[in-house]
């Protein structure tokens, strides 16, 4: 099955720095890739995603990058700001509405 | 997006009981999962509700601990059956659909077992 694997598991920026999650996943057949924040008790939060016939994805002050050969993909926010202070999880998928499968997360903390 | 309703939000159940959680989606959706979220950790798919059929499980959870229903295509339910504090966890509902590929969860269900 696929494995995905997440790093820094934590992440430390000061505000109006830049923060950059990366992920890895096993399955080459995964064409489907979200990321999701997590508030402390809230649920997680789709914020932004990329299908694998495309390479970046932009919204604003978050990025997603896809390198379908290396099977990495990368999320950018920039200028970052004490509200983007949560959990992060990358997950993969093989199709739409399917079933995802969650890296193990990063801690954002955005500090003044 | 499709608004997701779970209850209970928490409960705190005693060792051997069973708990059943409802998710209710407020639009069509083709796909409905249920996931669990120990404190602290990832989200771990349990398995996949299949409308009108049995739910697919996946590798380390069964059909007699985790029992899953799904009559119509925006109602589910989970339930946790002879619980352990090991079963201590949130559990979320999750779902989407194919047309637009997103999935969405619900605020999730806080069990605590004594």
């Known amino acids: 099955g696929e494995n995905v694997e997440q790093h820094p598991s934590t992440l430390s920026v000061q505000e109006g720095d830049s923060a950059v999650i990366k992920c890895t996943y096993s399955d080459s057949a995964s064409n489907y890739f979200p990321w999701y924040k997590q508030e402390l008790g809230k649920r997680p939060q789709l914020i932004i995603d990329i299908r694998s016939n495309v390479g970046e994805k932009k919204d604003q002050r978050i990025a997603v990058t896809l390198n379908k050969t290396a099977k990495h993909f990368s999320l950018h926010i920039t200028e970052t700001q004490p509200e983007d202070s949560a959990v992060y999880f990358c997950?993969?998928?093989?199709?739409?509405?399917?079933?995802?499968?969650f890296g193990t997360g990063t801690r954002l903390q955005v500090t003044l | 997006s499709a608004v997701i309703s779970q209850k209970p939000s928490r409960d705190i159940c005693q060792r051997g009981t069973s708990l059943t959680i409802q998710c209710q989606v407020d639009s069509q959706v083709t796909m409905m999962f249920w996931y669990r979220q120990q404190p602290g950790q990832s989200l771990t798919l349990i398995a996949t509700?299949?409308?009108?059929?049995?739910?697919?499980?996946e590798s380390g959870f069964v059909i007699d601990k985790f029992p899953i229903s799904r009559p119509n295509l925006t109602f589910s339910t989970l339930t946790v059956s002879n619980m352990s504090p090991e079963d201590s966890s949130i559990y979320l509902c999750?779902?989407?659909?194919?047309?637009?590929?997103?999935?969405?969860f619900g605020e999730g269900s806080r069990l605590t077992v004594l």
């Open positions: 509700a299949n409308q009108g059929s049995e739910a697919t499980y």
């Open positions: 999750s779902a989407g659909r194919r047309d637009t590929g997103e999935l969405f």
């Open positions: 997950a993969a998928s093989t199709g739409t509405a399917s079933k995802l499968t």
